[in-house]
């Protein structure tokens, strides 16, 4: 997607404004950022500062208010609901906090849900589906539904949900936020691993020091403003 | 199809709110199904009835007869191939409960007039050749066990007791059958001239005639001229279609159409709002799994059709459910064959049965599906977050 040395994700002077009553409450006030191809970014902030505003514009959930999304050669910001919707599809794996898995559903069919929307035959998606469930880990819990499965498990069919179309951007949202430690680091080995030994490029928001360090560089979010240093 | 499991995740997310909920739609089918048999049982003689026949009765009411000197006259009015006459008996068999429907007719007009009452050449002429013989309808004719050969004992309090004799007296010469499912065979007839020469009171008259015309498209003009040819005279006639004589009678009862689609109207609405705060209750709660539908890349109108298929589901599975076993139920037998003379589900109700429950399947998922489809995803999120 990015045969170009330019970064992979450049957002250029984004704000983003929202309406509260008759307020105007600017969440992003020119916000620039660029993120390379295979780079592990940790987006760090204090709430409300405004980092899963950032990550959703990012991933074509809302729109800027003004300025400029691109990734890759997409202008993000620019897309029509039915066109983000097809590319989120096809660039976008997100992974929450809360793991969204949809509770009657097995972990497989969670999994498989992105490649519903793919072209791909039912054998095949079941390979992908596999193969994904063995990159996080966990091979066997096909028809495990999402009770049965601890939070870290849970937390890793979210993300075998991410990968499974291969997409051009992991976006987490806090994705350790509702682990104990054990887990939470377990996770971010794996998001380690797709980093590094996959090529995928992470942008992961997150409170936490201990999972920021595991990203390749991160950025401080404050006021609607991005920095290299946190906020004294 | 691949979508179908996302469906049915939908649907057994809470099992006993969609079961209680197919159960509503389940029982509304139902009823309507019931509803339509029992409607086309009370009125079932208006669709049985022939474009081409007319009634000729007393201009009065159905209750004056008519004297039977009128046959030839109306066999001389152009455009009328045959006539035939019958007259209400109102015979009792054992107990007034025992109410069946019976008629002293003329064999070869009445056979040649309704076509769509089937006998056996043997019987038609056994009933020919047999003065107090009688051909009964097999409803009528297995409620009550009778068989050909059999002396059948009928008190008439409208006529009295036939002269020379303390009750009326017929011999089953033949079991008649119905060439559709909607002919009614609760019915007895016997022979006129029995009837004639046994009756003690007004003689030489008839209850009514039943007139075959050539051409239907002129069925207003013979009505007509039948009706002019009696003007001003002691028996004015009312000569009308077949079919608003068979609808007046009915409506003797009430206007059982109106009666069934006022109820069936009512419950529908109801099981609407049932259905519909199903689906707005299950679409509520499944707000953040639908945020994370769209956010993965469902489209808007992705998430409007799965959420419309999952009502259309609930619908169609329930009303086919019920029309199917109400239609097993109806095939079964008649409940009451002493009140209804045909009972069975027409094949119209069953196809608009269906057609309902469709309807009712959308519109019941119309609203919770246009909020799904409309739902902003950074929304939904925050909303389950």
Redo the contacts between chains.
Sequence with gaps: MNASSQPLVHISNVTKTFKRGSEDLHVLAGLDLAVQEAEFLALMGPSGSGK??LL?LI?G??RPTSGIIRIGEDRVDQLA??QQ??????H?G?V???Y?L????SAG?NVE??L??TGLD?ADRRRHVAAALAAVGLPDCWPQFPRTLSGGEQQRVGIA?AIVTDPTVLLCDEPTGDLDRKAGDEILTLLQTLNKDHGKTIIMVTHDPHASARASRTVYLDKGRLSDQPSA | M??L??VW??L??RKLRTTLTLLSVFIAFMLYAFLGALREALSGGVSMTGLDRLIVRHKVSLIQTLPESYKARIEAVGGVAAVCHQTWFGGIYQDPKNFFPNMPVVPGDFLAMFPEFVLSDAEKQAWLGTRTGAVVGRVTAERFNWHIGDRIPIQSPIWGQPAGQSQWEFVITGIYEGTKKATDTSQMFFRYDYFEEARQQMKGQVGWYTVRIADPDQAAQVAAQIDDQFANSPYETKTEPEGAFAAGFAQQIGDIGSIVMAVVGAVFFTILLVAGNTMAQSVRERT??LG??????????LVLIIVLLESSFIAILGGCGGLGIAWLIIASGNPIPALLPVFFLPANSIVSGVLCAVVLGLVAGALPAWQAMRL???AA??R??
């Excluded at chain 1, 919707?85 to 096809?90: H, K, P």
Aim: aromatic letters at 10%.
């Design positions: 899963s505003t959703n991933g959930l809302d609901d039915r919707a097809v590319w989120r599809a096809r976008i997100f929450f906090q809360f969204n949809l509770p009657a559903l069919r849900l992105p519903l929307l039912k949900r | 691949k979508f499991p996302l995740a939908g057994k997310r953040e799994e994370v539908l769209k956010a993965l890349g469902f489209s808007n109108n902003k995803i950074s999120l925050r389950g977050g």
